[in-house]
T-cell receptor, first 114, second 111 residues
Framework: DSGVTQTPKHLITATGQRVTLRCSPR?????VYWYQQSLDQGLQFLIQ???????AKGNILERFSAQQFPDLHSELNLSSLELGDSALYFC?????????????FGQGTRLTVV | SQQGEEDPQALSIQEGENATMNCSYK?????LQWYRQNSGRGLVHLIL?????REKHSGRLRVTLDTSKKSSSLLITASRAADTASYFC???????????FGTGTRLTIIP
């Protein structure tokens, strides 16, 4: 158990819908990362927050948004969903601000868009 | 875009043999990490090597880093069936706080 909790574990939704994925980082970790993993794209970095502030942005679509709340949990919002958004979405947390420390991953949310 | 690329993409070996995976990256790095992912599960950190280090060991794992060639290798000695997983390298760069993962090597240990 990494200490990072992601909910829900599975999500099936229709095209055009909006979903919210939730991540609770390890106790004491201030950084939260979001990644998308699909079969043909590997593990794609989406966005990183540190103590409530956005620190780095990757290949995140405009239809996607995220935030980190004062209690340090984070949410990833995916809207106007398309079939191609079906993937595993991982959250990771780290005690350090940047990527120079060990990241702890949650078990992921498997999103299926039908 | 991926910073790193692992080679080979897939590797099958007999239990007890050694497994070697390579990672090449494009830009100068601050640190390089290796992670393992069992099928459909979250990634687990294995080892971190800093840009000023050349070799690091952890149990049956040995990691080397050659910054002049922008490459790293992960050696797993005396492989076990439980080592069957995908292995990813991840890098962070100076002044860039994101942790970028490579494409992964799928390792299968044949009992």
């Amino acid at each position: 158990d990494s200490g990072v909790t992601q909910t829900p574990k599975h999500l099936i939704t229709a095209t055009g819908q909006r979903v919210t994925l939730r991540c609770s980082p390890r106790s004491g970790d201030l950084s939260v990362y979001w990644y998308q993993q699909s079969l043909d794209q590997g593990l794609q970095f989406l966005i990183q927050y540190y103590n409530g502030e956005e620190r780095a942005k990757g290949n995140i679509l405009e239809r996607f948004s995220a935030q980190q709340f004062p209690d340090l949990h984070s949410e990833l919002n995916l809207s106007s969903l398309e079939l191609g958004d079906s993937a595993l979405y991982f959250c990771a947390s780290s005690v350090v601000r940047g990527g120079q420390g060990e990241a702890f991953f949650g078990q992921g949310t498997r999103l299926t868009v039908v | 875009s991926q910073q790193g690329e692992e080679d080979p993409q897939a590797l099958s070996i007999q239990e007890g043999e050694n497994a070697t995976m390579n990672c090449s990256y494009k830009t100068s790095i601050n640190n390089l990490q290796w992670y393992r992912q069992n099928s459909g599960r979250g990634l687990v950190h294995l080892i971190l090597i800093r840009s000023n280090e050349r070799e690091k060991h952890s149990g049956r794992l040995r990691v080397t880093l050659d910054t002049s060639k922008k490459s790293s290798s992960l050696l797993i000695t005396a492989s076990r069936a439980a080592d069957t997983a995908s292995y990813f390298c991840a890098t962070d760069n100076f002044g860039n706080e994101k942790l970028t993962f490579g494409t992964g090597t799928r390792l299968t240990i044949i009992p």
